[in-house]
């Protein structure tokens, strides 16, 4: 079996305060180094559904407010955290054996996220990350060059979305 190199992930969240808020959905792709798929992993993670009424507001869970009640809804079906957790050191176990980089869009806030929900995980990680969002930076400011992406707010979707944007930079290097 070929060994994965990168662990795409993306958290939906409460909000983005890791202090007060909870991770609700998670996904992981994990990506040979030329960024074909191994494997998959996705979960809901249960949380007080009161608490998530009460964070899920203002000006951004208005504008998806298609994303944030499909989360709601989907949160009785939800496993706990240290459940979620052990499934994914157990997905780690089966497709990586070396370094665990993670990978995605702004991945610094997901792994702050990670490092308070899941320590145990974040053990396993490697200190460098390749977060998409720096190239994004670069090629929008440097060289007027944007790529388009659907902002469905949901793990999966944003995973495959990052992903597809790497790809779409790197077509800039040949």
Request: some cysteine; glycine content about 2%.
């Amino acid at each position: 079996m070929k060994k994965a190199k990168l662990l795409w992930v993306d958290l939906e969240m409460t909000g983005l305060n890791p202090a007060k808020d909870k991770i609700c959905e998670i996904a992981v792709i994990a990506t040979d180094m030329k960024l074909d798929e191994i494997a998959k992993y996705e979960a809901v993670v249960k949380v007080d559904e009161n608490f998530m009424k009460k964070r899920m507001v203002g000006d951004f869970w208005e504008k998806n407010s298609e994303s944030r009640d499909a989360l709601i809804q989907q949160n009785t079906t939800g496993k706990d955290i240290k459940t979620v957790e052990r499934e994914l050191l157990k997905f780690v176990d089966q497709y990586f054996d070396e370094e665990v980089y993670l990978a995605g869009n702004s991945i610094h806030q997901d792994r702050r996220f990670i490092e308070i929900e899941m320590p145990e995980l974040n053990k396993r990680l490697h200190y460098r990350m390749l977060d998409v969002s720096a190239w994004k930076i670069y090629f929008e400011n440097a060289l007027n060059k944007k790529f388009i992406k659907p902002e469905n707010h949901r793990a999966l979707d944003d995973i495959n979305g990052s992903i597809e944007e790497l790809k779409w930079y790197l077509t800039f290097l040949k």
